[in-house]
């Protein structure tokens, strides 16, 4: 018993002594293994290390490039705003240059064709441009130019180039326009004279109808229809002569009330020569007027109106019409005195120099 005891000891003891080798086999190879990932993990671990540290230096050298462009997009973009502000400033100086250039050649023309068209033209279209161009520096030259602009419309003015056509249009008038000394066609007569023989037609016409209804069935009247019908055509024959005899009479007479006796006493051969001298005396006011001479203007035109009011027949629309249309060139062809647009070339001056 003591044997088998003893044996069954020793080969527990063996048992555990192989169990605690093989326990200590797995864990020097876990150890082992776990000592090589520790390995590799420890090499990762240096790669990741070397490659944060190059991201670090490339960051860090994108820092300071970015910082580097960021100071000189600051100060590019410094530049840029005083490069805005001069070309602002040069667009105002631009603006103001060309404003004043424009208001000098209107003035001159002006002063050239005595019309103040181009000056309140020009006045009109640079308050325009300012009000668009919304510039609280160039306000003040604005307003001037709305000064000017209104002492010009309150000042007036003629226009030497409309009341150039006016003169022309009423030169090619002036064969049109009927005289005293030269009768009427006698074609106007003579149409009343038929629609009175017409007239006159009518009434024996009814007659003869009437005469023909009253003509009856009984032979006993028809003797006297027939005589009463005769009469009428006669009648009728007569009437219609003696219309067209009457129309004939009234047409060699015409009665005219002159004022100036004078104006029958032109022979219809100085007809002509009395329109050409209208005309010359027209054109003669035409050139004085584009010469700005309006003494010589207003002295041919008034010439000119006296000459027909006095050979030609005032009556007729034609010479009404003429006749109107010259007072009121004479009326305006006048000395006007247009006033400078000072306020506005003060303004631009102050501007230009930044006051």
Known sequence: MGALLLVLLSAGALWFAWTTQERMRLLE??????????????????????????????????????????????????????????????????????????????????????????????????????????????????????????????AGGSDLAVLAGRIDDLVRQVDDLPMLAVPPQAGAGRRGAAEAGGAGAGPGAMAAARGASAAGPPASTAVAGTEGGVLATLRQAWQRFSAQAWGETRSLLRVTRIDQPEAMLVAPEQAYFLRANVKLRLLNARLALLARQFDVAQSDLRDALAAIERYFDRNARRTITAAEALRQVIAQARTVVLPRPDATFAAIAAASAGR
């Open 29 to 154: 190879a876990e150890l082992v293994r776990r000592q090589q990932e520790s390995a590799l993990a420890a090499n990762e671990a240096r790669v990741l290390a070397r490659q944060a540290e190059t991201a670090a230096r490339e960051v860090a050298a994108k820092v300071a490039l970015t910082e580097a462009r960021v100071a000189e997009t600051a100060m590019q973009r410094s530049q840029v705003e005083d490069l805005l502000q001069s070309l602002a400033r040069s667009r105002d100086e631009n603006v103001l240059a060309d404003i004043e250039a424009a208001v000098r050649v209107a003035q001159q023309q002006s002063a050239i064709t005595g019309s103040a068209e181009p000056l309140l033209l020009v006045l009109r279209q640079g308050e325009e441009r300012l009000a668009r161009y919304a510039q609280p520096r160039l306000e003040r030259v604005r307003r001037a130019m709305a000064q000017d602009l209104e002492r010009l419309r309150a």
